[in-house]
């Protein structure tokens, strides 16, 4: 696809602007159910380190979520290939901490929440981590997409897991061209920019659905664990 001007393209510039919304909207969704949960952490001094662990996360999510709210695309118009790889580099930026956080969530705090606690209950539920790994997985091949689909490669814009996947698939002699892994999947380039506004809507229908099921799996968690710390009061 040639390069093109995005002047003027004021229905690609929205649905760019709805891509950012559902970045927001699922940063927002580990705000939420986190807050809860580091209020609930308040009565287990044995896991104060763990709490501090997760305020800097929610502050650092907080941030990147106050940087999308102010991108204003509708006005600040450049090229297609400037204001999608900035865009981009944004999510990009998200999705490594958001990758970092999934780490610990199911990991490390895990681990050490059980070691201190010897309890089972206070860590994140086993259905709730699937549905956390399946939506980050969505968000990642999102943002391969809207990048690859403009044939844009730009190696300050890689995505760390995306080479993981595919170095481990080499390895595993896996054929990527016949997978389920979303992650392996490859990505065709747009034949022009009303594909692109046509994919990109549809793209943001799937996060908008992705971070509905995410909401609904932190709530059936949330209200776990309050029955949970309300029994150790």
Not at 106 to 132: H, R
Not at 140 to 169: G, N, S, Y
Request: charged share 25%.
């Amino acid at each position: 696809m040639k390069r093109q001007s995005i002047v003027g393209e004021e229905k690609t510039l929205k649905s760019l602007q709805k891509a950012s919304e559902a970045y927001s909207a699922y940063l927002s969704s580990y705000v939420e159910a986190l807050n809860k949960y580091i209020g609930h952490q308040r009565r287990i001094s044995t896991l104060r380190f763990e709490r501090a662990t997760l305020i800097k996360y929610v502050k650092k999510l907080r941030f990147f979520n106050e940087e999308l709210a102010s991108l204003d695309l509708l006005h600040d118009p450049k090229t297609l290939e400037f204001t999608v790889s900035s865009l981009a580099s944004s999510f990009i930026r998200c999705l490594e901490v958001v990758d970092l956080l999934n780490y610990y969530l199911t990991q490390a705090l895990k681990n050490e929440t059980i070691s201190k606690t010897l309890n089972y209950d206070l860590i994140v539920g086993e259905s709730c981590v699937a549905f956390i790994d399946n939506t980050y997985r969505h968000f990642v091949k999102f943002t391969q997409w809207m990048l690859e689909a403009l044939d844009i490669h730009d190696p300050t814009l890689t995505i760390e897991v995306l080479q993981f996947a595919r170095k481990c698939a080499r390895e595993d002699g896996l054929n990527i061209e016949d997978t389920e892994d979303i992650l392996l999947q490859e990505v065709g380039i747009v034949d022009g920019i009303a594909e692109y506004q046509y994919l990109l809507d549809e793209w943001c229908t799937v996060l908008s659905e992705q971070v509905k099921f995410l909401n609904e799996a932190f709530e059936v968690e949330t209200v776990r664990w309050s029955k949970v710390f309300e029994t150790r009061k």
